[in-house]
Structure formats: structure tokens, C-alpha cells
């Protein structure tokens, strides 16, 4: 029996991990610089969600599951953005690789799709068809959704917005002690980072008991056998 799952969201230092013990039904935080010491230090857990695009195209066309996710979470639909060409992540500066996409695609791209790039590009590199069944691409927004069961009101970057999540997270894990803004900044990340990787716990926790549920029901491959799919 599985005894902890963790959750996995990009912060300014790298990664925050939200490992949640099943038995003894506590958070623990942590910081990691790279993917790559982030799965080396969890790597007897069974079920790691990650908020970061896995599968990619090559193609300049849409994944599916990022426009399905776009209508599920409604007024909140901006916060998923569009998962970038897999040729575009080792071109070094945004000038390079905005112009690569005009060409190819006829836009640019994003300053801030641009500053995600290198974790992208460290994830897409460690990733593999068989990782991948322990390791799987969330949506916070997607997963917070889920758990509420209705649309969110506020951005998780105002105040309003942190407590509308952490409410959510009460509810979802009953008697657990879910970080206050403050609590959550003293785990060195931005509060919301916080949140996000505690709501993707939850998620590799519903998918260890079954019930997840994901987008689209059948997974779009992309060219390295990874599926194009978002779990919540």
C-alpha cells in the first residue's frame, strides 16, 4: 500500500514538492533546484502529479487536452496556456525562438510562454512512456475545479483568491493543516506555488484510488510515444 503521493509545481527556486503522507495525513514541503534531484528524492513514490506540459507536438497545432481543459475551468480558461513546440525549447533566447514560431506558425510566442521553456525542456528530456505512468501532467486551476465543483471566483494571486483555495484544500483533506499565507511563504515559495502543488497531491491521491479523471478520455501520442493528456 501506497504511504505518501506527491504534488509538483514550478516556483521562482525551481520546484516545490507537496509529499502527503497517507497515514499520518501531513504535508511536508520541500524545495528542489532540478527535476532531476526532485525524482531522485521521491523515487520510491508511485504517483508524482506535475504542473508542467508533458507530451508535446511539433507541429505548432493545439493539444486537445490543453483546449478541453480551457472550457472545463471556464472564467479561469487564460490560466492554461497553450504548450509550446518541442523545437522551440533549446533555442536560447526568446528572439530565436519567437521568431522560429512566426515562421513556422505565423505568431510569436509569449515572454512569459518563453520563461517556462527550460522547465519544460528538463521535464520533456527526463520523461519517458513508462515514467510517465507514475509521473503525469496536472492543472491546478483544473484540479481545483474539480474538487469544488464549481467555477472559481478569484485569481490565486489575490488574497481572496488564496483563501478560495485553501478552503477547497480543507474541505478535500478534512483535518489536515493546509498552509496559511504566511505558513506557505515560510516554505519558500510563493503562497499560491504552495497551494497548487497541495491540489495536485490530491489528484495523484484520486488517481492511486481510481477516480481521477482526465482530458481527453483517450490521450493524443506525440512523436515520442508520450501521452498529450491532463489528469485531475
Known amino acids: 500500500m501506497e504511504t505518501s503521493l506527491v ?17 499520518l495525513r501531513r504535508f511536508t514541503f520541500t524545495i528542489h533546484a532540478d527535476i532531476t534531484s526532485l525524482l531522485q528524492s521521491h523515487s520510491t513514490v508511485k504517483r508524482i502529479a ?6 508535446l507536438t511539433e507541429t505548432f497545432q493545439p493539444r486537445r487536452c490543453d483546449q478541453i481543459a480551457r472550457r472545463f475551468i471556464g472564467p479561469r480558461r ?3 496556456f497553450p504548450a509550446p513546440d518541442r523545437r522551440i525549447l533549446k533555442l536560447p533566447t526568446y528572439a530565436e ?16 510562454s ?3 521553456l527550460r522547465k519544460i525542456d528538463a521535464v520533456d528530456t527526463a520523461m519517458s512512456p513508462n515514467l510517465q ?6 492543472h491546478p486551476e483544473v484540479c481545483f475545479r474539480e474538487a ?4 472559481l471566483n478569484h485569481s490565486k494571486r489575490r488574497s481572496l483568491g488564496f483563501e478560495e483555495r485553501r478552503a477547497i484544500l480543507q474541505q478535500v483533506f478534512t483535518g489536515v493543516n ?26 495523484a491521491m484520486r488517481h492511486t484510488q481510481g477516480c481521477s479523471n482526465k482530458v481527453p478520455v483517450s490521450a493524443e501520442l506525440d512523436a515520442r510515444g508520450l501521452r498529450m493528456e491532463i489528469v485531475y
Open 133 to 138: 505512468s507514475r509521473v503525469f501532467e496536472v
Open 7 to 23: 504534488g509538483v509545481d514550478g516556483c521562482q527556486h525551481g520546484w516545490i514538492a507537496a509529499e502527503y503522507n497517507i497515514q
Open 78 to 80: 487564460s490560466s492554461v
Open 148 to 151: 469544488a465543483g464549481r467555477n
Open 114 to 116: 518563453f520563461a517556462i
Open 50 to 55: 506535475i504542473d508542467i506540459p508533458i507530451g
Open 97 to 112: 525562438a519567437t521568431d522560429f514560431a512566426r515562421r513556422h506558425s505565423g505568431k510569436g510566442i509569449t515572454q512569459q
Open 178 to 203: 493546509i498552509p496559511t499565507r504566511s505558513e506557505a511563504r515560510a516554505c519558500g515559495a510563493a503562497p499560491d506555488d504552495v497551494l497548487d502543488a497541495a491540489i495536485a497531491a490530491w489528484t
